[in-house]
C-alpha cells in the first residue's frame, strides 16, 4: 500500500512540475503588426476596446493613441477596464512594440520619438540611459514617424473600429516631448494632449519656441491638454518647464481649451506613470459620478 501512495505523489507531483509555461495575455486586448511603407518596417499596434464594446453597433467611440506602448499600454488597459463606472466608454490603441529588452526599446525609440537632429542629445542619451555602450544614436526621425501614425495606423483604427473624431494623444518622457510637437504643428488633429515628464528642455526649449511661433501666427487650440511632472525627477530640468508650458497655454485664453498641470510628489521619473495613468483617463473621459467607495456601509459613520 505504501508502494502505491508513493507511485501515486510521484505521478501527481511530476504532472504538476511538467506544466508547461504559457505566454502571459492581457485578457481582452487584441495586437497587430502594421506594415509601414513610410518606415519600411512594421508598427505595432495593441487595442483595448471598452466594456459593452459591440462591433455591430453605430454608437462610436473616443479613442487615445498612447505611445511608449512598450509599458503604458498594460497599464492604460488594465485601467481603463477598472475605471469603466467612471470614465465614458474610450478605445485605447498603444503604438510600439513590447517583445524587446529594455535596451533594445530604449535604442529602437529615441530616433523615431525626436523630432530634431541634437548630436548633445544623441551622446548624453547614450552615457546616461545605456551606460556608455558602444552604440550611436541618431535622433531626428520624428516627423517621419508621425506621418506613419497620422497615414497608416490611424487610418487603419478608424477602419477597423467604430470610432468618433475625438482622437487623443498620450506619451510620457521622450514620447511626451514628440507630443508637444504635434500639438502645435498638428493644431486640432487632436483633440485632447498628454505630455508627461517630458525633456523640454531638448533642443534650447524648442517646444516653449514652437508655443510662441504659434501664438503668434493667431491660430488657437481646443480641447483638453494634461501636462504633468514628478517631485524626484529634477525641478529645473522637468517640473519648472512644465508648469511653465501650463502656465503660459492658460494665459493665452484659447476658447475651449482646458489645461490641467500636475505634479506627483514624491514620484520619480518611472514611478509616476502609475499615477499619471488614471489622473489622464479621468481628465480625458471623466464621467460626472461620485467616485469614492462604500457609502452607506455600516463602518461609514
Not at 87 to 115: F, Q
Not at 288 to 293: F, G, K, M, T, Y
Request: aromatic letters at 12%; glycine letters at 6%.
Amino acid at each position: 500500500m505504501k508502494r502505491l501512495i508513493t507511485i501515486l505523489f510521484v505521478l501527481l507531483t511530476s504532472s504538476t512540475f511538467a506544466q508547461s509555461p504559457q505566454p502571459a495575455t492581457l485578457f481582452g486586448a487584441v495586437s497587430y503588426d502594421i506594415s509601414s511603407k513610410i518606415l519600411k518596417n512594421n508598427i505595432r499596434v495593441s487595442v483595448s476596446v471598452p466594456v459593452g464594446y459591440d462591433a455591430k453597433s453605430d454608437k462610436k467611440y473616443p479613442v487615445l493613441y498612447v505611445l511608449d506602448a512598450y509599458y503604458s499600454f498594460p497599464l492604460m488597459h488594465e485601467m481603463h477596464k477598472m475605471m469603466s463606472m467612471e470614465i465614458e466608454p474610450a478605445i485605447i490603441v498603444g503604438i510600439g512594440d513590447d517583445r524587446m529588452s529594455l535596451p533594445e526599446w530604449i535604442i529602437s525609440r529615441y530616433p523615431i520619438l525626436s523630432y530634431d537632429n541634437v548630436a548633445y542629445e544623441d551622446s548624453f542619451h547614450v552615457a546616461s540611459l545605456l551606460g556608455g555602450a558602444p552604440v550611436k544614436l541618431h535622433s531626428g526621425d520624428g516627423a517621419i514617424y508621425y506621418d506613419a501614425i497620422k497615414r497608416e495606423v490611424i487610418p487603419f483604427i478608424e477602419a477597423n473600429y467604430k470610432t468618433s473624431a475625438d482622437r487623443g494623444l498620450t506619451g510620457h518622457s521622450l514620447s511626451s516631448l514628440f507630443a508637444s510637437h504635434v500639438l502645435f504643428k498638428d493644431p486640432g488633429y487632436f483633440s485632447k494632449v498628454g505630455i508627461n515628464s517630458a525633456p523640454l528642455f531638448v533642443n534650447d526649449d524648442e517646444t516653449m519656441r514652437l508655443e510662441k511661433v504659434f501664438f503668434e501666427s493667431k491660430k488657437t487650440l481646443s480641447g483638453k491638454i494634461f501636462i504633468s511632472a514628478s517631485s524626484l525627477e529634477g525641478k529645473n530640468l522637468f517640473e519648472k518647464r512644465a508648469k511653465n508650458l501650463a502656465t503660459v497655454l492658460k494665459s493665452r485664453n484659447y476658447p475651449g481649451l482646458q489645461v490641467q498641470h500636475h505634479v506627483f510628489e514624491n514620484e520619480s521619473h518611472t514611478s509616476e506613470i502609475g499615477a499619471l495613468t488614471g489622473r489622464i483617463l479621468y481628465f480625458f473621459y471623466g464621467l460626472p459620478v461620485n467616485r469614492s467607495l462604500g457609502q452607506g456601509h455600516k463602518a461609514d459613520k
